[in-house]
């Protein structure tokens, strides 16, 4: 299984420490958010991450190059032009292959108990091409560190989305999906969001989601909520890295 790394974004809000640094190189409690997210993907059986640049780019290229992961990296070269997150993972579909991917923000990650299933694992099983277009991981505001925004998404019964809008309870957005490519057939690697097929997959009731379970998500876009996600992990437990030999 492949997976896009969504890791070009400028992390403006993040500033003073992204100025110098690219957001998936800040550290949270000693370890990369990028080495995180390819941590938490290698559990759930991926093996091959095309990750996108633009903004200080250089720094991501050369982490990748010294970097010693079970989770082969490959690169996908934005710097030239802003794509945004639908634009990046078009440009970078001949990368990702035919088979459904997931697609995964470098900005955010969970910390499963031991010995569950992985989450990626299970969302793999989950995934049912000729019912789902896509398939989302939502997380509940109380198992969320770090997240300053509002509800996503609400889950009837069968497990298909709709946006939240003004409900009063529902689910967040937990930053990754897997995602058929076929989706993006006709697109074209211009600057646009992933939100576009969301909508797009909603109308036709193929928009669908998955409830993290047994873990807790964090995601860090300011100073302030990367504290509280280190005030946390340091309460509550950390992941360890994944090392090759539990590739």
């Not at 509002?150 to 989305?161: A, C, E, S």
């Not at 409900?167 to 211009?190: D, R, T, W």
Request: glycine content about 8%; proline content about 4%.
């Amino acid at each position: 299984m492949r997976a896009m790394v969504l890791a070009a974004g400028f992390g403006k809000r993040l500033r003073p420490i992204t100025l110098t640094r690219p957001k998936p190189l800040v550290e949270v409690a000693g370890r990369t958010l990028l080495d995180r997210t390819l941590d938490q993907l290698g559990r759930g059986g991926v093996n091959h991450a095309v990750v996108n640049i633009h903004y200080l780019g250089e720094q991501i290229m050369a982490h990748a190059a010294i970097a010693d992961h079970p989770v082969y990296m490959e690169i996908s070269d934005e710097r030239e032009k802003v794509l945004e997150t639908g634009g990046g993972i078009v440009k970078a579909l001949p990368k990702l292959g035919q088979a459904p991917f997931v697609a995964i923000n470098a900005d955010t990650f969970w910390v499963e108990k031991a010995g569950i299933e992985p989450t990626v694992t299970k969302m793999a099983k989950t995934f049912d091409a000729q019912r789902m277009d896509m398939l989302l991981l939502v997380c509940s505001p109380e198992q969320a560190i770090g997240h300053s925004g509002g509800l996503d998404f609400i889950i009837d019964r069968d497990g298909r989305l709709s946006r939240a809008d003004k409900a009063k309870s529902g689910y967040i957005y937990a930053g990754a999906a897997i995602i058929n490519p076929a989706i993006f057939k006709k697109a074209e690697a211009v600057s646009h969001s992933l939100n576009r097929y969301f909508d797009a997959a909603k109308k036709k009731g193929r928009l669908f989601g998955q409830a993290l379970e047994n873990a807790y998500w964090y995601t860090v876009s300011t100073p302030d909520s990367l504290k509280a996600v280190e005030a946390h992990l340091r309460d509550h437990g950390d992941m360890a890295p994944l090392s090759r030999n539990e590739s």
